[in-house]
């Protein structure tokens, strides 16, 4: 915004002056930011070298680690596991995405509407769950979906025997996959949510009085004015989704078999479970290339779609 | 940068659109259909929420019945009998956790505001040099997954002796406020130049400035990270799994996965036990409602 202006010596006594009172300035904006950039390096850069040394070596925590090169990199590519986790990761990911941006946008334009104190009261009954603790969420669907529990006990009702829902191989993924979706809509709705507020009504209004009825009107207007959230909302629901982790751990630990271990489950398995610090970290870094390389292609593939005024 | 409308705008937006709405054509058949497409959407919008709230709603309720109770009606929301002494048992049992986890949201609020507050009005309000390198670095650093950071974390603290002990869970938090520091940076850089003058002139120094002059008028992002912050503190579960070994130690979160058949064998205290986790976050969200909506809307359109 403003310009840093240069500290050009040597300067006539006015000038050291004014040398002096920028120094001054410096060193007051450096004191006010100290305590955040000394918590990056510490917290976020150190840990960065050492996770990319770590990714290198056979390391359990307790003995030194020794150096093997690659051959973490190698051996994930022959573990089937990885394999495995990796997939489901990228099912899980395609199963959360259309259905948490098609349901955030369905309730966002039904909270846009006038009555303001309906759509508070509502925009808070969607919007409670992503707030809500993971675990609380884990525990309590981990009740209704018992074999006997609220959910099949509905179905009883209309005559159909639910299955066991987390405890089928069948089943359980896309259990998952709803339940996520169900706590992480508050999210994207209230961007979208802000997207359709701050669209100008006149545009609106022009195409209204044009004759354009409202499906004509959400499609040819609203919606191409929305594409920068619709694109924010994608982007930040590939990096979590790509990384679920607590509701699997609290619902499912993984199971039944593999079917609903996924990629971040694994690795701090890898981790914490069978002490293999190196090898997680080798996952660890696949896992930011593949984050990276996905977000990068969508920010190239935005100019293709994303509309900015 | 403001997505979000004032009241102002809002019904005069109404006005333009109930103008529009009595357009000829429609003013004999449009009222009556727009009224029931009004009242056929208040139904959609109701049942929706119900769906959404049913889990919620089914935990609240089991809650307070007794195990029978749950076990042979698994879908009434009604209890037999209201067990109120469910919550005074389950609390009994994750007392320790509820302190724990409170103690441990409480530092992360109140040092994520100090720090985020004062790199935000450095970065967003002063000059100097290496600013915008530093505040590029800031903003670099929000790119890296979590998961990347956490084994390093978990080796470091390893072997400086934190791990089992409180300060995994807000030291690192504390000093790396990267979301915060946008946040309140643009909040600051909102502010009329004029307030900074006529402080100068009257001889505060610059870290007064910031203190007395600057943070009031940011309240409502200050609210806003204030209460992110909490959610986070509140529901991590990542942080004490890996870095807290000892039972006592443990937060909320941790007690109720990892524990449950431990301290509750039965599902009414542990459906006490999961509300009275879910109720602080959610009583702090609907006070501060407004700025919450309004730091995540924006947090959108950077």
């Known amino acids: 915004m403003s310009v840093i202006e240069p500290d050009l010596a040597p300067a006539p006594p006015a000038g050291r002056a004014r040398r002096r009172r920028l120094r001054r300035a410096d060193l007051a904006g450096w004191a006010f930011i100290a305590p955040l950039i000394f918590g990056i390096l510490a917290f976020q850069l150190v840990p960065i070298v050492v996770s990319i040394v770590a990714s290198f070596t056979d390391w359990d925590g307790i003995t030194p680690p020794a150096f093997i090169g690659a051959d973490n990199y190698t051996g994930l590519a022959q573990d089937d596991l990885f394999w495995t986790t990796l997939r489901n990761t990228v099912l899980f990911t395609l199963g959360v995405i259309p259905l948490t941006t098609a349901g955030a946008l369905l309730l966002a334009v039904l909270c846009q509407g006038k009555s303001r104190v309906a759509n508070v009261v509502f925009r808070t009954a969607y919007f409670t769950p992503y707030v809500t603790s993971i675990v609380a969420i884990g525990l309590v669907w981990g009740k209704l979906l018992a074999p006997s529990g609220f959910f099949n006990s509905v179905l009883g009702v209309v005559g159909i025997e639910g299955p066991n829902w987390l405890t089928d191989a069948n089943w359980a993924l896309p259990a998952v996959i709803v339940i996520s979706a169900w706590q992480g809509i508050g999210y994207p709705m209230i961007i979208l949510l802000g997207g359709l507020q701050g669209i100008d009504g006149s545009i609106e209004e022009a195409a209204r009085i044009d004759g354009a009825g409202s499906g004509r009107r959400f499609f040819s207007i609203t919606l191409p004015l929305l594409t920068p959230q619709l694109f924010f909302v994608l982007v930040t629901q590939f990096i979590t989704s790509f990384q679920v982790f607590a509701l699997i751990f609290v619902l499912t630990s993984g199971g039944p078999g593999n079917a609903t271990n996924v990629y971040i489950y694994y690795l701090y398995q890898n981790a914490f479970t069978f002490g293999r610090l190196g090898y997680a970290s080798a996952m660890a870094w696949i896992l930011f290339i593949i984050i990276g390389a996905v977000t990068f292609l969508q920010l190239r593939l935005q100019k293709r779609w994303v509309f900015y005024n | ?302």
Do not use: C
């Open chain 2, 1 to 302: 940068m403001t997505h979000t409308m004032t009241p102002e705008a809002a019904a005069a937006q109404e006005r333009s659109a109930r103008s529009a709405g009595a357009h000829p054509q429609g003013a004999r058949s449009g009222r009556p259909l727009a009224l029931a497409g009004r009242g056929g959407k208040l139904i959609l919008m109701t049942m929706l929420a119900i769906s959404f709230l049913t889990p919620l709603t089914w935990m609240l309720s089991a809650s307070l019945k007794t195990e029978q109770d749950i076990a042979e009606n698994p879908m009434g929301f009604i209890p037999q009998t209201w067990e109120w002494q469910n919550y005074a048992a389950a609390f009994e049992s994750i007392r320790p956790f509820f302190i724990n986890s409170a103690m441990l949201a409480a530092i992360n609020v109140v040092g994520v505001l100090a720090i985020a507050s004062i790199a935000g009005y450095a970065f967003g309000r002063l000059t100097f040099r290496g600013r915008d390198l530093a505040f590029s670095l800031v903003l670099a650093t929000a790119i890296i997954p979590g998961i990347v950071l956490i084994i390093p974390q978990y080796i470091i603290f390893q072997q400086i002796g934190w791990v089992d002990t409180f300060f995994p869970l807000w030291v690192p938090r504390v000093l790396t406020p990267v979301f915060g520091t946008f946040l309140l940076r643009q909040a600051f850089m909102t502010l009329p130049k004029e307030l900074e003058e006529a402080a100068k002139l009257d001889g505060l120094n610059t870290f007064s400035i910031y203190a007395r002059i600057m943070l009031p008028q940011v309240k409502p992002a200050l609210a806003a990270v204030g209460v992110f912050t909490f959610v986070e503190s509140w529901n991590d579960l990542f942080g004490p799994l890996i870095f807290i070994n000892s039972t006592e130690r443990q937060t909320l979160p941790i007690a109720l996965a990892q524990f449950q058949g431990e301290f509750f064998s039965t599902t009414n205290l542990l459906m006490a036990a999961s509300t009275i986790t879910v109720v602080p976050v959610i009583v702090i969200y609907l006070i501060a409602q407004k700025y919450f909506v309004q730091g995540i809307a924006s947090s959108g359109l950077k």
